[in-house]
């Protein structure tokens, strides 16, 4: 009986110790917030951030989700108008997503992408005509620091 006993409470002793490493090795990934975030890490587009005009007059732009708990770039810049927006996970690991902060930027962006696996690539497409910065975050490692803000020139 003890040894039912011994192997039942090593099962949630192992349990504990495999999220806690999990938990240790989140906290490897970068420190700071959106303009300490994205600074160091580079992409693998050197395109990725860069705000171009598609045929149909949409501006688009593509910045990446790595395994290092960051947005690259974690800032970019648009005119008021429509803007197509991918996000490419670069991760080989990590499932990111993405979506702007309700309530902090000029006006709200409902657009979002729910789930982002390693290698995938997600558009979403959507109109800004206020001025201002809206804050965007993958919510699963926001406490991690990823983060990051699109501005709406003006």
Not at 88 to 103: C, G, I, K, L, V
């Amino acid at each position: 009986m003890s040894g039912t006993r011994g192997r039942a409470g090593r099962v949630p002793a192992l349990l504990c110790g495999v999220l806690l490493t999990a938990g240790g090795l989140a906290g490897c990934g970068s420190e700071g917030g959106p303009g300490a975030a994205g600074t160091s890490a580079q992409p693998s587009d050197p395109s990725a951030g860069t705000v171009t005009t598609a045929e149909d007059g949409v501006q688009e732009v593509t910045i990446e989700s790595p395994d290092d708990y960051v947005f690259v770039p974690d800032t970019f810049t648009v005119a008021p108008g429509r803007v197509r927006l991918t996000v490419t996970s670069t991760a080989e690991q990590m499932t990111h997503n993405f979506r702007f902060r309700p309530d902090a930027g000029p006006e709200p962006i409902a657009e979002e992408i729910p789930l982002l696996a390693p290698g995938e690539s997600r558009t979403i497409e959507f109109e800004v005509t206020v001025p201002g910065e809206h804050p965007f975050d993958c919510t699963f490692h926001v406490q991690l620091g990823q983060s990051g803000v699109m501005t709406v020139s003006g």
